[in-house]
């Protein structure tokens, strides 16, 4: 049973660049959300994205936005990267029918943005 | 608002002591509590969760978590610490959005 993954697992960008971030969700899972790690933190949500639409959203500028597919995968994309960008992304997938869903992590996608 | 604090940054336990990781959480109603494990560069994997229940939950690694409500709190622990687990500890409160604490490095000495 294949779990969650993400690609690519580095990326390396300059200033105002744009970016996208690809999540395959684990096997029978619905729902993906997308979480940023900076360096010595705990990982901050940005959104979920469930049957095709963004549900939740955290408190991220518009300049992260994502898209989910019809077989569930998801993509991140954001614009005009910023220094502070820089992160672990991560995706996380979850059956929403379940109600208070566990999350499962993929290994994440290290951005460098110079 | 929802909301995590882990009160220790770095925790150092010799090989076969005990650990004891402490949380304590901020939420509206009945938390889905969680704790995940980190290893270098690497994503997060699920130790254990509590929905309702038994306050005393089990998970992998042989690690167990307590919640107590009175005391907004679900302490991990551990009675025998293996070199494998040094990591990066969080916890994590919520239900479709999850919010994590800062997170507990812990270093395991021969």
């Known amino acids: 049973d294949a779990g969650v993954t993400q690609s690519p697992t580095h990326l390396i960008k300059t200033r105002g660049q744009q970016v996208t971030l690809r999540c395959s969700p684990k096997s029978g899972h619905d729902t993906v959300s997308w979480y940023q790690q900076a360096l010595g933190q705990g990982p901050q949500f940005i959104f979920q994205y469930y049957e095709e639409e963004e549900r939740q959203r955290g408190n991220f500028p518009d300049r992260f936005s994502g898209h989910q597919f019809p077989n569930y995968s998801s993509e991140l994309n954001v614009n005009a990267l910023l220094l502070g960008d820089s992160a672990l992304y991560l995706c996380a997938s979850s059956l929403r029918a379940l109600g208070g869903e566990t999350q499962y992590f993929g290994p994440g996608t290290r951005l460098l943005v110079l | 608002a929802q909301s995590v604090t882990q009160p220790d940054i770095h925790i150092t336990v010799s090989e076969g002591a005990s650990l004891e990781l402490r949380c304590n959480y901020s939420?509206?109603?009945?938390?889905?509590l969680f704790w995940y494990v980190q290893s270098p560069g690497q994503g997060l994997q699920l130790l254990l969760k509590y929905f309702s229940g038994d306050t005393l939950v089990q998970g992998i690694k042989g690690f167990e978590a307590e919640f107590k409500r009175s005391q907004s709190s679900f302490n991990l622990r551990k009675p025998s610490v293996h070199w494998s687990d040094a990591a990066e500890y969080f916890c994590?409160?919520?239900?479709?959005?999850?919010?994590f604490g800062a997170g507990t490095t812990v270093t395991v000495r021969a």
């Open positions: 939420y509206g109603a009945t938390p889905y």
């Open positions: 994590a409160v919520g239900d479709y959005k999850l919010s």
